[in-house]
């Protein structure tokens, strides 16, 4: 091999290994892509401090404060939502369903739409849909109290449409389908997108190593 080859040579290896390495920071960035969006939960650590009082589909009063010990997803809801919504739900529900057997899961869904969906609309809403059960709340409350809490504290919001973005009259707002997943001493270990395929992974994952440090 001449030296001209040798030189080529050692810049493919070297273009080998720089790829090679890439690809591996990329996997592992994008493992950690839905905790705490974007930073792993011991460097951003986040803690439930405040709660509010919210009514459930049986009109009873809820804190999520009460759910300490449990392991437990908080998402929006709201039940004219002609999009996601339901979707979100129905990938809960699937996960509900692979781990029925973890005594400490438990699921809550906010309604966005407060004025709307009173204790009996998400009743009627989690009945039709087969989401109906002591271990998944469905909550409302107070239109501004409720919204700006699930912000300041979930970081999970939403905004109105105007009329020229609606695909129909029940077409209010525009919200992105996250999941806070919430550990047993009320950390909050991550945000994930259900629909994502890579989010969605790390979702069951962070989940499981959740359920498992609440039974230690």
């Not at 080859?5 to 790829?19: Q, R, T």
């Not at 439930?48 to 999520?64: C, F, H, P, Q, Y």
């Not at 989690?126 to 998944?136: I, L, T, V, Y």
């Not at 919200?175 to 992974?201: C, Q, T, Y």
């Amino acid at each position: 091999m001449n030296k001209e080859k040798k030189i080529v040579f050692i810049f493919v290896i070297i273009a080998v290994l720089l790829v090679a390495g890439f690809m591996i920071l990329w996997q592992f960035s994008t493992a950690n892509l839905y905790t705490s969006k974007g930073n792993s939960y011991e460097e951003n650590p986040r803690k439930v401090t405040t709660d509010i009082e919210m009514i459930d589909s049986n009109g009873e009063s809820k804190r999520l404060m009460d759910l300490r010990g449990k392991v437990w997803l908080i998402s929006h809801v709201f039940t004219r939502c002609p999009g996601q919504c339901a979707g979100v739900c129905v990938v809960l529900d699937e996960i509900r369903q692979e781990l029925k057997e973890e005594e400490n899961l438990h699921l809550v869904s906010v309604t966005l739409d407060p004025d709307h969906d009173s204790p009996s609309h998400l009743k009627d809403f989690s009945k039709k849909h087969g989401f109906d059960s002591k271990d998944w709340w469905f909550l409302t409350g107070k239109t501004n109290e409720l919204n700006d809490y699930m912000m300041q504290v979930f970081s999970l919001s939403a905004q109105e449409k105007e009329d020229s973005e609606k695909v129909n009259p029940d077409d209010l707002f525009a919200h992105k389908p996250m999941v806070a997943l919430v550990d047993h001493e009320l950390n909050i270990r991550g945000w994930f997108n259900p629909f994502d395929k890579s989010s969605s992974k790390a979702l069951r994952q962070q989940l499981l190593l959740s359920l498992n440090e609440s039974k230690s």
